[in-house]
């Protein structure tokens, strides 16, 4: 029986929200509160010889300026929480990520000092007078430059600025052998460019240290308060964590970047404890740009075989990976078991090799940007087949088909085991691809492509993709050189008078966790959405988390409250069945009351959450209380797919380039909210959509990002978009009690590659047969490839 | 340095003084504690600050707090009043039209000054009216069903 579940519930959250009463971490004020302000290098690589703060101490407002020396040497760094050994078993370069920078800095924005005032103006202006000498060296900032020879180096004692080298699959002879023994070989060198994610809340952290309670409180603008909780005490401050309160408010989107702990989270903390005063800091934009942690930044040499009936023989694939400056959080499982791992996508190709090259550069840290991975290696797979079709004059959607491994339910048939390392759960991917080709009207767009005639070209791009979501099962990421385990957790705590109240440790910055998790409760409990309320953000209230990302909130957090409330309820029968004086085995559970079956004797679940607390007629050595926590650790991650379709239009004369429909058939398990799902799937197609023709950090020669603001980083605006045409198929995900796969990433993982694909389909169509062009997809670029 | 100020705000006459820099963005939020009205950019260019002054659409960190002395400000907090929503609230509500929520307020604001000269829009015209606010999380889809949605309502109440 479903009341909610599976029905576009509005959420409980929007009220908030649309009467301008969310609690964004700026929004927080407290008494005696001061404002830091974070003077940040203006040079990508530089020695610091000399820094003074005498003026900017006398400036109105100024309450304190710490630079790095002023830190102790027992504070470390910013730690890396994923370790990826090199191929020879070395483990990987860690350098030290510093709070302030005391000799050298690594990038521009890498910060300096804080300076602490009455206001946010005072300190801004107080940092201006703060004096330093940098000598200026040369910078590198392009992944494959700086693995040469010669190149200037970020850290002293990392080699050709390699952090790590990586590879997986099988052997490369192997795959050479494969290859060499194909029909046709398509070829590509590509780059995948960096971007800047930019949730359009600035982060924001306020360190508050009470005295009376010896405590500390961070607000801060995270997508996981546990975990910034966990590396900040016990890797950088050395801090009691029970002492330490993090709390996640309303958080105005993340993407990935709110994931990471960041150095300023650190510093609000141990600067509020210097000087006994809460302090706020708030990015601007521009210092958002210089520090956030940015996206994707791969430079690849990809190669794909097919035999004569254009089935895939062998895949090969190099890529050079940008970490930035510094490891930060996440970074290195990003471009090796986030990417590496999905290369065999879709199709059954026996023979893939996968080598990674992660380098330092000059340049801000890079980490998971909504998908993380998965997008790289699908913009990978799906570039080569569709450009593979082109150059064998066969039909790219056939050609796909032609490859899909066969369904499977991961019931009845096993899961599919790759060659890269992971046990797919369950798949079925002719249809997404059918369906997205009923909803385009496939012949009748070759017809009209063909007899276009208007100065323009019409172009159609494919890209089918699986993602690795629902992260996931703590052995084996713990086996992969995660330093945390991947669980989730969830108290469903029953109140005397029937009320529910869940602590989950997801974190929900968007995503509308407090309505859907609200209907699996209501649903599973059997009560009103009303009398069920979801707490999450807070370590004080929540026991522990693991927050959200990787689309694991509802497949792992969403699991571990359904474990809860099968303890609430399986210890709900036991004293249901003492009231009816029954035995338990005879009760069932349905509408919110305990029956005996086959009569009309039952009980509410209202009257047995108040004989839990007030226990005068109770089972004998039964506890009080009706309160369960529970950790979930899921067995495997989850497997979403789809299919996505985009067509373009190309104006010969300027080769400007519109997006005229897109089409997405998205397959992520079973849907709660299918409202709340239709938004995350619009959302990650816009920002994949945004990568393909609009975005992309540029930073010049040395180290500038020369596009550090919304005046020079095309930000993707509602005018570039169509309405989008989407719809779903359901494969149930065989191994989480929910049947759910996760969705806040899909739409940007399939969408890049098929907006390119579109792109250069126009272009052969019109007679250029061009391989690539590099994203974003500009007009001035799309008008080069058309000359010729 | 100080200057007096004097702006109804939300229908509520608010007096004080700011420094002649102060933006009015800084003004609403700092002073007035209307959090509301949120500051995504540093160029102008985000909208998430869009309020109104005098009755029309403007982005509140473009104007100084000293230049609406005298002036009527309405925020998203002064968009409801008796504690039901106003339609174009609804709208967001109804289509799904917000995720994070951090854009919401100036959409919103934005929205109802654009409905305002054209009641009865096309969905290009949204698309087209919607250039100045940027948002992250929706991909725009739902935010032009609520403004369509909206219209549609209030369209409604006025005949």
């Not at chain 1, 080298?165 to 494969?178: F, H, I, Q, S, T």
């Not at chain 1, 759960?425 to 059918?434: E, R, T």
């Not at chain 1, 991650?637 to 985009?646: D, E, K, L, R, V």
């Not at chain 2, 100045?132 to 109440?157: D, L, P």
């Amino acid at each position: 029986m479903t009341k909610y579940i599976g029905k576009s519930v509005k959420r409980v959250e929007d009220k908030r929200f649309l009467t301008g009463q969310g609690k964004y971490t700026d929004d927080i004020k407290m008494p005696g509160m001061v404002y830091a302000y974070i003077l940040r290098s203006p040079y990508a690589h530089a020695t610091i010889n000399s820094i003074d703060v005498e003026a900017a101490s006398k400036a109105d407002g100024v309450v304190a300026i710490f630079t790095g020396n002023d830190i102790p040497e027992s504070i470390a760094g910013v730690p890396c929480g994923w370790q990826v050994d090199f191929k020879n078993g070395d483990t990987m370069k860690e350098p030290p990520h510093p709070l302030l920078v005391r000799k050298k800095v690594r990038h521009v924005g890498d910060g300096v000092a804080i300076v602490i005032a009455n206001s946010k103006a005072q300190a801004k202006d107080a940092s201006e007078l703060v004096d330093v000498d940098y000598d200026i060296h040369d910078a590198v900032t392009d992944p494959k430059a700086a693995a040469q020879d010669g190149a200037p180096l970020v850290h002293e004692g990392v080699p050709n600025n390699m952090a790590f080298d990586w590879e997986l699959g099988n052997p490369k002879e192997e795959v050479a052998a494969a290859l060499a023994s194909a029909t046709h070989v398509t070829e590509l060198d590509f780059v995948n460019q960096r971007m800047v994610p930019n949730a359009m809340e600035p982060r924001s952290a306020i360190g508050h240290y009470d005295t009376a309670y010896d405590k500390y409180t961070l607000y801060t603008s995270t997508q996981n308060p546990h975990l910034t909780r966990l590396l900040m005490c016990a890797f950088v401050l050395g801090l009691p964590e029970h002492k330490v309160r993090v709390v996640g408010p309303d958080v105005g989107g993340g993407f990935g970047s709110k994931i990471f702990h960041y150095a300023e989270e650190a510093l609000v903390i141990w600067c509020s404890k210097q000087i006994l005063k809460p302090i706020k800091w708030t990015c601007d934009r521009s210092e958002a740009f210089l520090t956030d942690a940015h996206g994707r930044d791969h430079v690849t040499n990809a190669k794909m075989g097919f035999d004569a009936d254009g089935k895939i023989v062998a895949l090969q694939a190099h890529t050079y990976a940008n970490m930035g400056a510094y490891l930060s959080t996440f970074a290195p499982a990003v471009p090796t078991y986030l990417h590496g791992t999905l290369l065999q996508g879709l199709y059954t190709t026996p023979k893939i090799n996968v080598d990674v090259t992660a380098t330092f550069t000059h340049t801000n840290a890079v980490d998971a940007y909504r998908g993380a991975g998965r997008p790289e290696a699908t913009y990978l797979l799906e570039r080569l087949i569709d450009l593979a079709a082109l150059e064998m004059d066969v039909d790219p959607a056939e050609l796909r088909l032609k490859n899909f491994i066969a369904p499977f339910d991961g019931v009845e048939q096993e899961g599919y085991v790759t060659q890269v390392a992971l046990q797919y759960d369950s798949g079925n991917y002719a249809p997404v691809l059918n369906k997205a080709l009923e909803m385009v009207g496939y012949e009748a767009f070759r017809e009209e492509q063909k007899n276009l005639s208007n100065g323009k070209l019409l172009g159609i791009g494919f890209s089918t993709y699986i993602e690795a979501c629902g992260i996931a099962p703590s052995a084996v990421v713990g086996s992969l050189g995660a330093r945390a385990g991947l669980f989730e957790s969830a108290q469903v705590r029953v109140q005397p008078t029937g009320k529910v109240s869940v602590y989950s440790g997801s974190h929900s910055h968007g995503q509308g966790h407090e309505t859907t998790f609200a209907q699996i409760v209501a649903d599973r409990m059997g009560i009103a959405l009303e009398d069920v309320e979801i707490i999450h953000g807070d370590s004080d209230s929540v026991a522990f988390g693991m927050g959200t990302y990787g689309s694991r909130s509802l497949a792992v957090g969403g699991s571990a409250i359904v474990k809860s409330i099968d303890k609430v309820l399986e210890k709900g029968a036991k004293i249901a069945a003492h009231l009816l004086e029954a035995s338990s085995d005879d009760l069932e559970y349905e509408g919110g009351k305990w029956t005996v079956k086959g009569t009309d004797k039952s009980v509410g679940f209202g009257d047995v959450s108040l004989t839990a607390y007030v226990p005068h007629n109770y089972p004998e050595g039964l506890e009080p209380g009706l309160d369960f926590s529970s950790f979930y650790d899921p067995t495997n991650f989850t497997y979403p797919f789809g299919a996505h379709i985009a067509i373009v239009e190309i104006d010969k004369e300027t080769g400007y380039t519109k997006l005229k429909r897109f089409i997405a058939v998205d397959d992520v398990g079973n849907v709660i909210n299918p409202m709340i799902v239709d938004g995350q799937i619009h959302g990650g197609l816009a920002q994949g959509i945004g990568q393909a023709m609009h975005e992309g950090a540029i930073y010049d020669d040395t180290g500038q990002l020369i596009n550090g603001s919304y005046m020079d980083y095309c930000m993707p605006r509602a005018d570039d978009f169509p309405s989008f045409e989407i719809d779903r198929t359901v494969t149930p995900c065989p191994h989480n009690p929910l049947g759910v796969k996760g969705a806040g990433e899909a739409g940007a993982i399939g969408s890049t590659p098929a907006v390119v694909n579109a792109v250069i389909d126009a272009l052969w169509k019109g007679g250029h047969k061009v391989k690539d062009i590099k994203m974003p997809l500009t007009p001035e670029r799309v008008w080069t490839a058309m000359q010729d | 340095m100080a200057n007096k100020i004097s702006v109804m705000v939300n229908g509520k006459q608010c007096t004080g003084e700011v420094e002649a820099r102060t933006l009015l963005s800084d003004y609403l939020r700092e002073d007035l504690s209307l959090t509301g009205t949120h500051i995504g950019c540093d160029t102008s260019s985000c909208g998430a600050c869009t309020v109104h002054v005098n009755g029309k659409a403007i982005k509140s960190c473009t104007m100084l707090a000293v230049q609406v002395d005298g002036s009527e400000v309405t925020t998203v907090e002064g968009l409801s009043t008796n504690g039901s929503l106003h339609p174009i609230q609804e709208g967001f509500k109804e289509e799904h039209g917000l995720q994070c929520g951090f854009c919401t307020p100036g959409m919103m604001m934005m929205a109802t000054d654009f409905l305002k000269s054209n009641p009865n829009p096309s969905e290009k015209e949204i698309r087209e009216a919607l250039e100045g606010n940027f948002c992250r999380c929706t991909g725009y889809h739902n935010i032009v069903k609520s403004i369509q949605h909206a219209a549609k309502k209030m369209q409604g109440v006025e005949a």
